[in-house]
Nanobody, 122 residues
């Protein structure tokens, strides 16, 4: 299993970025994928998740209305469109694969990719 996150960078407050998570080594269509982030000195937190079973999506309250998760099963890729970025969104962002096609809050992902750094600063 491989998960390759990309698309991070430096952006001004109010700006946008789109992260990508390219997956390989497993049947992509069968598994939910999530985005997580870890800011300096803070614990890792869940940001968003998308099911493969029904396309259902989930968002942390802190990003609702600003971030949009999507997936392209033909490309084995999950995206995270981040708009109206705030300095508090600064973190290393990771994508991860769950054990099933449907997200469950009590379940932790089984596989993690390397992170991509997002810095929101003027």
């Amino acid at each position: 299993v491989q998960l390759q996150a990309s698309g991070g960078g430096l952006v001004q407050p109010g700006g946008s970025l789109r992260l990508s998570c390219a997956a390989s080594g497993f049947t992509f269509d069968d598994f939910a994928i999530g985005w997580f982030r870890q800011a300096p000195g803070k614990e890792r937190e869940g940001v968003s998740c998308i099911n493969s079973s029904d396309g259902g999506t989930y968002y942390a309250d802190s990003v609702k209305g600003r971030f949009t998760i999507s997936r392209n099963n033909a490309k084995n890729t999950v995206y995270l469109q981040m708009n109206s970025l705030k300095p508090e969104d600064t973190a290393v962002y990771y994508c991860a694969k769950y054990y099933s096609s449907t997200y469950a809050p009590e379940e932790s992902p089984g596989n993690w990719g390397q992170g991509t750094l997002v810095t929101v600063s003027s």
